[in-house]
Structures are given as structure tokens and as C-alpha cells.
């Protein structure tokens, strides 16, 4: 048998899945939930990373570490700053696909982990440019680098440890469960920052209190560090591993084989992806400098918006079990799209209840997309090089979006901050989506059923 052949298995194992609780044979209901909650943790660690690199580059780069550039050259250098890191994200999604496709998910993503958070922790030790000139801003754009590196291979392996424990026909489910992390890690840098300015001075923050959120990063990768170290390897990669079916060159295999799936699952990921970058990244410079609001304000209603989401992911990923994790996502991707202009309308009139309202409704049904997004991806793909496939197509589509701020800034300087002008960006997504959405529904989706273990020894002999 060839390491690109798939294997079949008996549909016996869907059957006992069901009858112990819809989990794979052999799986406590104790194990399952220390698996889901390891990867949430990571996913949560990568966002609040994230968004501390989003809120910090919107309202702090600029002037800690561009100061010669400027006010507008500041703001587009932090933007340009966080693009530097999605960049690279691709060549960290080959690496450390390649990676999870062969020595097993668990052990890449302590790897992908421990990079993350080391490289998050030390910007909290960087000298800005009062102290040490553009020596700050080069190490600021390295560690952002790094951290690139590190997240090209961090959230396909979480949505794989999430799923590959689950039963396939709830795997819609188990992949909107890692996507809690996002909202997560927005809550809590947000709280972070906006606690700051209640227990230090403006003049403190400038100084050294801004590197207080990087330095918490520390002691959560060290929880997420020990809830991986405390799990087992996957049982469909066990198995791929039982039965010879790993493939060599997984990405190879994917272009290869999955072409066209490949491109759907770019398409797919960009609105939930960059659905984010846009509100909750430019949002804050542009509420800040040309609508009025204060930074606390964008930070209250983006938190607002975050929390809600904590609810409507599990529900919307129950809702994927449903109808399929691709019509969620297209789903997702009408709704925005019809709210996405009169939002914007009413966005203008700058009073604080509009904002919440906005942050509210323009992040719910983004979400949509956002829950059903790992369900949808890991359809499309077998088991043998499925790391590999979603990890570089979400880096790709990361790629893509990551420039979203940066564009919106020149597309807002060119239009005079014309109104519409964050619709326009918002509504492309949603087409891009929508349309890769219709063509991922329309696809058979790969189920992978684990044996029972005396039919992986048949297996396996054979």
C-alpha cells in the first residue's frame, strides 16, 4: 500500500461512536473534554497574542517605535508591522504541516506553542526608539516574524486535535469549539488594555507599562505548554501511523490531488479571518482619529462583541452538525453582506450605543462564518495530509487579509474617509466566501472512521 493511498474503514465504528456518547471508541468523555480545552487554549493564546500585537500596533507602535515617520507613516508601519507577520505565516504553515502530517499533531503543536508565546513574551523587552533609535523596530518586526512562523502551523493542528478525537459526524461541531479562542484572546487583551490606563498614568503607560500585556503571555503559555504535554496523539493519526498510510510530501500530495478544494478552502477562510483584522484592528485607529470615540469606548464594544460571542459559536457550530459547516459559513457570508453598508451608514453618526450595536451585529454574523470555518476546511481534505492543507490555505488566506488595515488606511486617505469606504473591503469578503462556500457544500465530505481495535490489527497485518 502507498503512503498517498486512503484507506476505508468498516462504518462499525460511527455505530459504537454514537452509543458511548458520540465520541471514537476507546475515548472517555474525560479525555475528550482535557483535548478540546488544550486546544482552546491555543487557539485562545494565539488570539490574545494577536490582538495584543492589533491593539498595540493601532495606538502604540507608531509612536514608541516610528517615531520619525510621523502619524500617518506611524499607523501604516504598525499595520504594515502586523502584515510583516502573516507574510511569513505561510512558510510556518509548510513546515510545521509537514510536520503534523508526519511526527503527529501533538508534538507540533507544543513546538508551534512554546515559539508563539517565547517570541510574544520578549516584544515586552524591547527599547523603543527613544532608547535605542531603529534597533526596537527592526526587533519588533523579527519577533513579529517569528510569531508568523509559529502560527502558520498553530490553528490547523488545533482544529485537527479537536476533531480527530471527535466522531466524524460531529466534527462541525468539535472544529467550531477551538474557534472560541478568538473572541477569547480579544476579550482578554482588551481587558488588559483598557485595565492600564485605571492602575497607571498615560505618561506610565508610554514608559513601561505598555509591556505588561506581551509579559502575561509568559505564564499562558505555560498552562497551554502542560495541558498539550498532558494528551495523547490523535487516533486518526495513530492510525495513519498503524496502517503505513502517512503521506511523505503531504503538501506535495495536496496541489497534486486537492487542487480545487485547496482554492475553496482559501476562499472559505477569508471573510472569518479577515472579518477580524478589519473590526477589530482598523476599527480602532479609524474610531479613535476620524469618528470620535475614545480607546476605551472601542475597547468596551469590542469586549461587548466578544462575549456574545462565547455563546453563539458553540450554537452555531451545533448548527453545523445540522445543515453542514459549509451552509453555515455561506450563511454567514449573506448576512454580512447585507448588513455591511448600512452599518457603516449608521456607524457615522458616533454615539456609543451605535458602536455597540455595530461591534454586536457586524461581529455575529461574521461568526457564522468564523464557527463553521474549521468544519468546512477539514471536509475538504483526507486525513494524510489534512495538517498540511489547512494550514496553509488559512495562512494564505491569512496573507491576503492581513494587508486589509493597511489597504483600508490608503482606500480611507484616497475617499476623504468616505463612509462606505470599510464596507467596500467588508463586502468583497463576503463574495469571495459565499461563492467558495456554495462550491464546498457541493463537495462530498472525507469521514474518518477509526477501527475498533481488533480491526486495526486486520488492518494493520494486511
Same mark, same amino acid.
Given at each position: 500500500?502507498?503512503?498517498?493511498?486512503?484507506?476505508?474503514?468498516?462504518?462499525?465504528?460511527?455505530?459504537?461512536?454514537?452509543?458511548?456518547?458520540?465520541?471514537?471508541?476507546?475515548?472517555?468523555?474525560?479525555?475528550?473534554?482535557?483535548?478540546?480545552?488544550?486546544?482552546?487554549?491555543?487557539?485562545?493564546?494565539?488570539?490574545?497574542?494577536?490582538?495584543?500585537?492589533?491593539?498595540?500596533?493601532?495606538?502604540?507602535?507608531?509612536?514608541?517605535?516610528?517615531?520619525?515617520l510621523g502619524a500617518f507613516g506611524g499607523v501604516l508601519a504598525g499595520f504594515l508591522t502586523i502584515a510583516a507577520?502573516?507574510?511569513?505565516?505561510?512558510?510556518?504553515?509548510?513546515?510545521?504541516?509537514?510536520?503534523?502530517? !508526519?511526527? &503527529?499533531?501533538? #508534538?507540533? /503543536?507544543?513546538?508551534?506553542?512554546?515559539?508563539? +508565546?517565547?517570541?510574544?513574551?520578549? @516584544?515586552? =523587552?524591547?527599547?523603543?526608539?527613544?532608547?535605542?533609535?531603529?534597533?526596537?523596530?527592526?526587533?519588533?518586526?523579527?519577533?513579529?516574524?517569528?510569531?508568523?512562523?509559529?502560527?502558520?502551523?498553530?490553528?490547523?493542528?488545533?482544529?485537527?486535535?479537536?476533531?480527530?478525537?471527535?466522531?466524524?459526524? !460531529?466534527? &462541525?461541531?468539535? #472544529?467550531? /469549539?477551538?474557534?472560541?479562542?478568538?473572541?477569547? +484572546?480579544?476579550?482578554?487583551?482588551? @481587558?488588559? =488594555?483598557?485595565?492600564?490606563?485605571?492602575?497607571?498614568?498615560?505618561?506610565?503607560?508610554?514608559?513601561?507599562?505598555?509591556?505588561?500585556?506581551?509579559?502575561?503571555?509568559?505564564?499562558?503559555?505555560?498552562?497551554?505548554?502542560?495541558?498539550?504535554?498532558?494528551?495523547?496523539?490523535?487516533?486518526?493519526?495513530?492510525?495513519?501511523?498503524?496502517?503505513?498510510?502517512?503521506?511523505?510530501?503531504?503538501?506535495?500530495?495536496?496541489?497534486?490531488?486537492?487542487?480545487?478544494?485547496?482554492?475553496?478552502?482559501?476562499?472559505?477562510?477569508?471573510?472569518?479571518?479577515?472579518?477580524?483584522?478589519?473590526?477589530?484592528?482598523?476599527?480602532?485607529?479609524?474610531?479613535?482619529?476620524?469618528?470620535?470615540?475614545?480607546?476605551?469606548?472601542?475597547?468596551?464594544?469590542?469586549?461587548?462583541?466578544?462575549?456574545?460571542?462565547?455563546?453563539?459559536?458553540?450554537?452555531?457550530?451545533?448548527?453545523?452538525?445540522?445543515?453542514?459547516?459549509?451552509?453555515?459559513?455561506?450563511?454567514?457570508?449573506?448576512?454580512?453582506?447585507?448588513?455591511?453598508?448600512?452599518?457603516?451608514?449608521?456607524?457615522?453618526?458616533?454615539?456609543?450605543?451605535?458602536?455597540?450595536?455595530?461591534?454586536?451585529?457586524?461581529?455575529?454574523?461574521?461568526?457564522?462564518?468564523?464557527?463553521?470555518?474549521?468544519?468546512?476546511?477539514?471536509?475538504?481534505?483526507?486525513?494524510?495530509?489534512?495538517?498540511?492543507?489547512?494550514?496553509?490555505?488559512?495562512?494564505?488566506?491569512?496573507?491576503?487579509?492581513?494587508?486589509?488595515?493597511?489597504?483600508?488606511?490608503?482606500?480611507?486617505?484616497?475617499?476623504?474617509?468616505?463612509?462606505?469606504?470599510?464596507?467596500?473591503?467588508?463586502?468583497?469578503?463576503?463574495?469571495?466566501?459565499?461563492?467558495?462556500?456554495?462550491?464546498?457544500?457541493?463537495?462530498?465530505?472525507?469521514?474518518?472512521?477509526?477501527?475498533?481495535?481488533?480491526?486495526?490489527?486486520?488492518?494493520?497485518?494486511?
Amino acid at each position: 500500500m502507498s503512503s498517498s493511498d486512503p484507506v476505508t474503514f468498516s462504518t462499525a465504528t460511527a455505530s459504537t461512536a454514537e452509543a458511548t456518547g458520540g465520541d471514537r471508541p476507546g475515548i472517555t468523555p474525560g479525555t475528550a473534554r482535557r483535548v478540546t480545552i488544550a486546544s482552546f487554549i491555543g487557539t485562545a493564546l494565539e488570539s490574545y497574542d494577536f490582538y495584543l500585537f492589533a491593539y498595540f500596533s493601532a495606538f502604540f507602535v507608531g509612536p514608541l517605535f516610528f517615531e520619525p515617520l510621523g502619524a500617518f507613516g506611524g499607523v501604516l508601519a504598525g499595520f504594515l508591522t502586523i502584515a510583516a507577520g502573516f507574510v511569513i505565516r505561510p512558510i510556518g504553515a509548510i513546515v510545521f504541516g509537514h510536520l503534523g502530517d !508526519r511526527i &503527529g499533531r501533538r #508534538a507540533t /503543536l507544543l513546538i508551534t506553542i512554546a515559539i508563539m +508565546g517565547v517570541s510574544t513574551g520578549l @516584544v515586552g =523587552f524591547l527599547p523603543t526608539y527613544a532608547a535605542a533609535g531603529w534597533f526596537g523596530a527592526i526587533a519588533l518586526i523579527a519577533l513579529r516574524l517569528i510569531q508568523g512562523l509559529s502560527l502558520g502551523g498553530e490553528w490547523g493542528g488545533s482544529i485537527l486535535l479537536a476533531t480527530e478525537y471527535a466522531n466524524p459526524k !460531529r466534527r &462541525g461541531f468539535y #472544529a467550531a /469549539l477551538p474557534q472560541l479562542g478568538s473572541p477569547v +484572546g480579544s476579550i482578554l487583551s482588551a @481587558v488588559v =488594555f483598557i485595565s492600564l490606563p485605571l492602575m497607571l498614568s498615560q505618561a506610565q503607560i508610554a514608559e513601561w507599562g505598555w509591556r505588561i500585556p506581551f509579559l502575561t503571555a509568559i505564564p499562558l503559555l505555560l498552562v497551554s505548554l502542560y495541558l498539550r504535554w498532558s494528551i495523547d496523539e490523535t487516533p486518526v493519526f495513530k492510525q495513519l501511523v498503524a496502517t503505513g498510510t502517512r503521506d511523505r510530501f503531504p503538501l506535495a500530495d495536496v496541489l497534486r490531488t486537492s487542487a480545487v478544494p485547496f482554492l475553496i478552502a482559501i476562499g472559505a477562510a477569508v471573510l472569518g479571518i479577515g472579518s477580524y483584522s478589519l473590526m477589530n484592528t482598523y476599527m480602532v485607529s479609524y474610531g479613535t482619529s476620524v469618528l470620535g470615540f475614545s480607546f476605551n469606548d472601542l475597547l468596551i464594544a469590542t469586549t461587548i462583541g466578544g462575549l456574545l460571542q462565547l455563546v453563539t459559536i458553540p450554537l452555531f457550530g451545533v448548527w453545523a452538525t445540522r445543515i453542514g459547516s459549509a451552509r453555515v459559513v455561506a450563511i454567514g457570508a449573506i448576512g454580512t453582506l447585507l448588513i455591511t453598508f448600512p452599518m457603516y451608514w449608521y456607524l457615522q453618526f458616533a454615539t456609543f450605543p451605535i458602536l455597540v450595536a455595530t461591534m454586536i451585529i457586524g461581529g455575529i454574523l461574521p461568526t457564522l462564518s468564523w464557527a463553521g470555518l474549521g468544519g468546512l476546511m477539514s471536509d475538504l481534505f483526507p486525513s494524510r495530509n489534512r495538517y498540511s492543507a489547512l494550514s496553509v490555505a488559512y495562512s494564505i488566506a491569512a496573507l491576503l487579509t492581513a494587508f486589509i488595515p493597511a489597504v483600508t488606511v490608503v482606500l480611507a486617505k484616497a475617499t476623504g474617509n468616505a463612509w462606505w469606504h470599510p464596507g467596500l473591503i467588508l463586502a468583497i469578503m463576503c463574495v469571495i466566501t459565499l461563492v467558495s462556500a456554495v462550491l464546498a457544500a457541493r463537495r462530498k465530505p472525507f469521514i474518518d472512521e477509526v477501527p475498533l481495535p481488533a480491526q486495526a490489527e486486520a488492518v494493520a497485518a494486511a
